[in-house]
């Protein structure tokens, strides 16, 4: 079946990074783009990133732009969100999504944590 498991999350100081990374297993990988959300308490998942199945094209929301890169590796069924400049209010449960046979997908989330 399809799984997709997020790690990396973790409290991090404003200013800092951290590099987040979505395994994905049950599927063909290398067909289908990959999304990462985020969700702080009180408010609605939203879109942070987007890639394209062979990594080729991106998206992002404003409020990350420049400072969040996503990428992928299709030799290792894995995509990857490095943020950087990290603000408070990146803080989040980040998820990873993908659609396969017109199915949602998602991750349990990992939790990051922007404070001093």
Do not use: H
């Not at 990396?8 to 783009?33: D, W």
């Not at 209010?89 to 990873?96: G, I, L, N, P, Q």
Request: charged share 15%; proline share 3%; with cysteine.
């Amino acid at each position: 079946q399809v799984q997709l498991v997020e790690s990396g999350g973790g409290l991090v100081q404003p200013g800092g990074s951290l590099r987040l990374s979505c395994a994905a297993s049950g599927f063909t990988f290398s067909s289908y783009a990959i999304r990462w959300y985020r969700q702080a308490p009180g408010k609605e998942r939203e879109l942070v990133a987007g890639i394209t199945s062979t990594g080729d094209r991106t998206n992002y929301a404003e409020s990350i732009k420049g400072r969040f890169t996503i990428s992928r590796d299709n030799a290792k069924n894995t995509v990857y969100l490095q943020m950087n400049s990290l603000k408070p209010e990146d803080t989040a449960v980040y998820y990873c999504n993908t659609v396969v046979q017109f199915y949602d997908y998602w991750g349990q989330g990992t939790q990051v944590t922007v404070s001093s």
